[in-house]
């Protein structure tokens, strides 16, 4: 079992924030894969389920707000037995300029609050992500990761997403040093 668990908030807001291009990423590939969300209350969450070649893969969207995601991870990581091995984090990126992609491994959070609540709650920073460049900053981290996407940025986000898919994919079918040293 792999989890992929696209970062974001959960209120209608938000939805097309900087701050949920994780989510924006996984509701663009499940809707590729013809996948339905369930809401899971134990683990306060969206999951899809599709079939990798040797596996099963496990698309998740927190519920929790972007700062308790943590909490989410931490309850899927015990339930399915999963090691950090096979968790990939989908989150924004305020240090990457806006449509560069970046696969990482056993960093630090860079002050991104739902990536401090996983390594809080999973007890390592050692796990996969896909970083999904939202920069340059202009004014406060927290005004600019809460407002829309411009509407150049938004005519920009298909391709950037299908990007995201490719590495994502890439990543579950070749490995974290295959796919690093191709997209990066």
């Not at 899971?40 to 079939?51: G, I, P, T």
């Not at 999963?82 to 990126?93: A, E, G, P, S, Y």
């Not at 411009?150 to 990543?171: M, Q, R």
């Amino acid at each position: 079992m792999k989890l992929i668990i696209g970062l974001g908030n959960p209120d209608k807001e938000y939805i097309h924030t900087r701050h949920n291009f994780g989510w924006l990423v996984l509701d663009s590939l499940a809707e590729k894969k013809e996948l339905v969300w369930k809401k899971q209350k134990n683990s306060q969450s969206l999951m899809a389920e599709f079939k990798l070649e040797k596996e099963k893969a496990l698309l998740v969207k927190p519920l929790t707000f972007m700062n308790k995601s943590g909490l989410t991870v931490k309850y899927l990581k015990q339930f399915y037995k999963v090691t950090r091995h096979k968790l990939v984090i989908i989150h924004d990126d305020l240090d990457l300029p806006f449509g560069l992609l970046r696969l990482s491994r056993n960093k630090s959070a860079g002050g991104h609050k739902g990536i401090e609540s996983i390594i809080q709650e999973i007890k390592t920073k050692d796990f996969v992500r896909i970083r999904l460049g939202i920069g340059p900053q202009k004014g406060s981290a927290e005004d600019f990761v809460l407002k829309k996407f411009t509407a150049e940025e938004k005519e920009k986000l298909p391709e950037i997403i299908d990007s995201s898919h490719l590495i994502l994919e890439t990543l579950l079918d070749q490995g974290f040093t295959f796919t690093a040293n191709k997209y990066n």
